[in-house]
């Protein structure tokens, strides 16, 4: 990173009066997955902000990004609709919390509904 632009990336931080500050950079490292059986997943219904449309969000995921995506990429399959997943919650489309649940439960994942 050059000197010019090193402002850019302090969050938050304006002035310091102490000669020897050092701003120190956050690190963007992701959790490891935690195993399937200590995942506490929640399947919830969701309509807000979604223009009147259903939606299923299954929340509670701890891991990895890619792992998260390989969930998703299953409970789309078995579900039998379109979805994706964003900040860390899996987003199905359509009210299927009873349908998610057991292709959670099935595959390994401790998950309840919600609501």
Same mark, same amino acid.
């Given at each position: 990173?050059?000197?010019?632009?090193?402002?850019?990336?302090?969050?938050?931080? %304006?002035?310091?009066?102490?000669?020897?500050?050092?701003?120190?950079?956050?690190?963007?490292?992701?959790?490891?997955?935690?195993?399937?059986?200590?995942?506490?997943? *929640?399947?919830? &219904?969701?309509?807000?902000?979604?223009?009147? *449309?259903?939606?299923?969000? %299954?929340? #509670?995921?701890?891991?990895?990004?890619?792992?998260?995506?390989?969930?998703?990429? %299953?409970? =789309?399959? $078995?579900? #039998?609709?379109?979805?994706?997943? $964003?900040? #860390?919650?899996?987003?199905?489309?359509?009210? &299927?919390?009873?349908?998610?649940?057991?292709? &959670?439960?099935?595959? #390994?994942? =401790?998950?309840?509904?919600?609501?």
């Amino acid at each position: 990173m050059s000197k010019k632009n090193e402002w850019k990336n302090r969050d938050g931080v %304006v002035y310091s009066t102490n000669q020897n500050f050092e701003y120190e950079y956050s690190s963007d490292q992701e959790p490891d997955t935690l195993p399937m059986q200590q995942q506490n997943l *929640k399947v919830i &219904l969701d309509k807000s902000m979604r223009a009147g *449309k259903q939606v299923t969000l %299954v929340t #509670g995921f701890v891991g990895k990004t890619s792992d998260l995506e390989a969930l998703t990429k %299953v409970l =789309k399959t $078995k579900c #039998g609709v379109g979805g994706s997943f $964003k900040n #860390g919650e899996i987003i199905l489309q359509g009210d &299927l919390r009873d349908k998610a649940v057991q292709a &959670l439960i099935n595959e #390994g994942y =401790k998950a309840k509904r919600v609501g």
